[in-house]
């Protein structure tokens, strides 16, 4: 088993006297800014001006900069911008204030594990990554707990680099429920992995292909949606909170024999092969290389994807449905994103 570190295992004062920058004031940004300010950690924030996480940044108090002005007056940089501009805003704003004795940071290893960020050999490369979105990791530190984080360690000129990352994983909170050590490629690996079979791309497929199944057999599509969807989260709160084993205790008899008899019938061999030929992609380099050559010749594929899965029929049904859950505040794309 994996040694879980705790809150004992890490000290603060590996990042007391330091300053750290946040670049990029997003959906992690804003947690980790926050946190690690609570926590007393001096910390400046990088981000465009007129953008809406801008103004967020000044709401809380921050005084935004450029990742220029950050790289050059930080001692440790949290890059937290998307994977896909990560190497850029590197190149031509944090390269060339990256001086022996600084410490660059992520939370994904993406650009790391792909090479498109080689740091000096002289700044010590760590990662620390909550396994959990930042609006649940800024309210698990404000209610004086946390979520799990994993850290590893890529480069270590100082031989503190290990201790600076379990001091930044206790000031977001991380420690209060447990750090597991990993490294650049297994966290890189694993994430696309997971996101790719199961928790973004098969489920997202598994949900709209029976959905369209049961529709087309004549079933209304509102049925559909409350058996195939509403009722997801139920299932997977089950799971998260016992696992399988406690999941099939707290369905239905028929559910459960259901699901060790049908479930296989869909996750079939075939499924299996697929499931490792993405695992060799993401493992060779070439999903990565394929995403980035579609960012930088203008994302196309990418947005008529993403414009295709938005007019889906299910997407069509669901908002009306949700109206109808008062306990629940229905969320939506904003307009223009």
Not at 70 to 85: E, S
Request: glycine share 8%; hydrophobic share 40%; net charge positive.
């Amino acid at each position: 088993m994996a040694k879980v570190y705790s809150e004992k295992d890490a000290d603060l004062k590996y990042l007391k006297g330091k300053t750290v920058a946040i670049v990029g004031y997003g959906s992690q940004g804003h947690a980790h800014a926050q946190n690690l300010r609570d926590s007393g950690i001096k910390v400046i924030v990088a981000e465009l001006p007129g953008t809406n996480n801008y103004k967020l940044a000044v709401k809380a108090g921050f005084k935004p900069m450029t990742a220029r002005e950050a790289a050059k007056k930080a001692d440790l940089l949290m890059i937290l911008l998307p994977d896909q501009v990560q190497a850029k805003v590197y190149a031509s704003e944090i390269a060339p204030e990256m001086k022996k004795g600084k410490t660059l940071a992520f939370a994904h290893g993406f650009n790391i594990r792909y090479k498109q960020i080689v740091p000096p050999k002289d700044v010590d490369v760590i990662m620390v990554a909550p396994k959990g979105p930042g609006h649940k990791l800024r309210d698990q530190y404000v209610a004086g707990m946390g979520i799990p984080n994993l850290i590893a360690v890529h480069q270590n000129p100082s031989k503190q680099a290990k201790k600076v990352a379990l001091a930044y994983s206790k000031a977001l909170g991380g420690t209060r429920a447990g750090v597991l050590e990993t490294t650049f490629s297994e966290e890189t690996e694993t994430d696309l992995f997971g996101e790719q079979v199961i928790l973004c791309g098969g489920l997202s497929a598994l949900i709209e292909s029976s959905f369209e199944t049961l529709v087309k057999a004549g079933y209304q599509p509102e049925i559909a949606y409350y058996e195939v969807c509403h009722e997801l989260q139920l299932i997977i709160n089950l799971i998260v909170e016992g696992g399988l084993s406690w999941m099939r205790y707290s369905v239905s008899d028929t559910a459960e024999y259901g699901d060790y008899t049908r479930g296989p019938r869909l996750v079939t061999a075939e499924t299996r092969k697929e499931m490792k030929k993405i695992l060799k992609e993401i493992q060779d380099g070439s999903f990565a290389q394929e995403w980035i050559t579609e960012w930088k010749t203008g994302a196309k594929n990418f947005k008529a994807l993403r414009k295709k899965g938005r007019t889906q029929p299910i997407e069509v049904v669901g908002p009306k449905l949700r109206k109808m859950m008062t306990w629940m505040k229905p969320k939506g794309v904003p307009k223009g994103e």
